[in-house]
């Protein structure tokens, strides 16, 4: 399974962007979907995940800014990132896990908010 991811780049805080990220090959069963973060300097953290039954975990940092759907029979998923902060700068990884095959990351993309 490759992770392809779009979306991200640069605005001002206090906007808005969205992400989203695609599964290819679907005869892998991909359990969880969702979103991590690396900020420089910074370990990567988790932003958002969904399960297949649409359960979330989404951090405390971005709880009420960003939203996390998902698409099960596109195998999509997506995220919305509303009220962005200068803090929420960084790489941000598509992540899948991939029944019986474990996590895939996608090629990670940029968001930068300026101040």
């Known amino acids: 399974v490759q992770l392809q991811a779009s979306g991200g780049g640069l605005v001002q805080a206090g906007g808005s962007l969205g992400l989203s990220c695609a599964a290819t090959?679907?005869?892998?069963?991909?359990?969880?979907m969702g979103w991590y973060r690396q900020a420089p300097g910074k370990q990567r953290e988790l932003v958002a995940t969904?399960?297949?039954?649409?359960?979330?975990n989404i951090a405390n940092s971005v709880k009420g800014r960003f939203t996390i759907s998902r698409d099960n029979a596109k195998r999509t998923v997506s995220l919305r990132m509303n009220s962005l902060k200068p803090e929420d700068t960084g790489v941000y990884y598509c992540y899948a896990a991939v029944l019986g095959r474990g996590p895939r990351w996608g090629q990670g993309t940029l968001v930068t908010v300026s101040s």
């Open positions: 969904v399960t297949l039954n649409g359960d979330t």
């Open positions: 090959e679907s005869e892998f069963r991909i359990t969880i």
